[in-house]
């Protein structure tokens, strides 16, 4: 017998049989058995989360000993070497010199510090979103008893050596799960933060019970003359919201828009004033751009679509402008600075860049994950990455000069759907002098990934 043959023949991987399941280890198959069966518990789902659990460990190893997948050939002494040759563009060399850096990124755990001691490390992180100066990070914490409260988290410390930060707890606990969350810029920049509610209960999408939009105040959460502390600004009762935005463009000053169930509501937070403009499909995701008062909005059905908000409500759609369509839900879309093109997320896991001039897409970002879940992108024009968080619960960083995937981060916390991390990216934490790197918080624990 040959011998070359005989180990091709155990390499080969072993035939699928319905209803076994094939264990490597074992070199035997075994009986799948349904997912309520509680007396085995050999099933599709446990075989699949044990072998992603063992890759994900593999590559938290590998992290340890900086076993990082970088660009062949990439590294600082040639960069510097052709940038010296002329070889290199000031741009190029400094976008590359980013992807070595995030390349080169140590997780380290923040210990978070509160005047409230009850306050810190007692419910799971949900949602964190930075305001612009990136100096504070508003948080969405799940309650153990069900519902959300909010929090700030100051980000002043977290260049010292001890690497930790502030949090500061409100006064307010919601029963309602909270969807959308942006910051808004109502007396001056980010001064307030604006957050929609769905109903109490929601099944397959059908509110019981309306839901609410909410605006509140930054200085809510002050450690100053807690006395003294505003309320909540305004709420409004709406129906199931699953998104929101607010205006930064003067000519639709003081508005915000939150994506409804078949419906985009425009609302002046001042005057009360309101539009709506009906939609065929429930908006997912939206935002404002900002050189003219134009609202992009992703849908359920796929299509991506902008609203002039200067323009009186219209019967039927001859009032959408741009019109771009994905082969599935639309879950995030984030406006470039130019306002040329647009990035969009679906529920297939596709990460789409459109040129809004052509109507066409010029960019495709692999290896994102995604099958039903609202799952937000993150993108740095300033260092050229993109960041996304899969429900694979892996944080992968593109480059959006070609869209080569520069490094995937496993989950410090075994994989689950409530174990989802959310991250802020940014060169500037904590502020004009602030330190460069990646936050993720996930469960109750916030990590800092910092440039080495």
Known sequence: EDPSSSSSMQNCPAPELPGFYYDPEKNRYFRLL????NHNPLTKDSIQHKAMECKRLRLLEEEKQNQKTTRAGLNSSVLLQKRQLGLLSSTSYCRLVHELKVNCMQRRKIEIHSPDSSV??????????????CERIFTVNDVEHGGCKYGIINLSGLGKESLTVEMY????????????????SLTHPDSHFFLTHSSKLCLMGIAETPGCASLLPASLFSSTNPGDRPGMLCSFKISTAWSCAWCLNPQADNCFSTGLTRRVLVTN????????????SDVLAQQFATQTPVLYNGCRSGEIFSIDVRQRNRKGQGWKAVRLFHGSAVTSIHLMEAEHYL??????????LWDLR?????????????????????????????IAVGQD?????????????LRTIPSPHPSSKDAIPSVVFSSRLG???GVPGLLMAVKQDLYHFSYN
């Not at 990035?343 to 789409?352: E, L, R, S, T």
């Open 34 to 37: 349904p997912g309520h069966n």
């Open 120 to 133: 810190a490390g007692t419910n799971n992180f949900k949602i964190i979103v930075a305001d612009v100066a």
């Open 169 to 184: 707890d409100n006064l307010y606990f919601t029963n309602r799960k909270v969807n959308s969350v942006c910051w808004a």
């Open 269 to 280: 937070v001042v005057t009360g004033h309101r539009q709506t403009f009906g939609t065929s």
């Open 343 to 352: 990035m969009a997320a679906d529920m297939a896991g596709k990460i789409k």
């Open 358 to 386: 052509t109507a066409k897409c010029v960019k495709q970002y692999k290896g994102h994950h995604n099958e039903y879940a609202l799952l937000p992108l993150h993108v740095n024009e300033e260092e050229g990455l993109l």
């Open 393 to 405: 619960c892996y944080t992968r960083i593109w480059s959006l000069q070609d869209a080569h995937l």
């Open 431 to 433: 502020g004009s002098r």
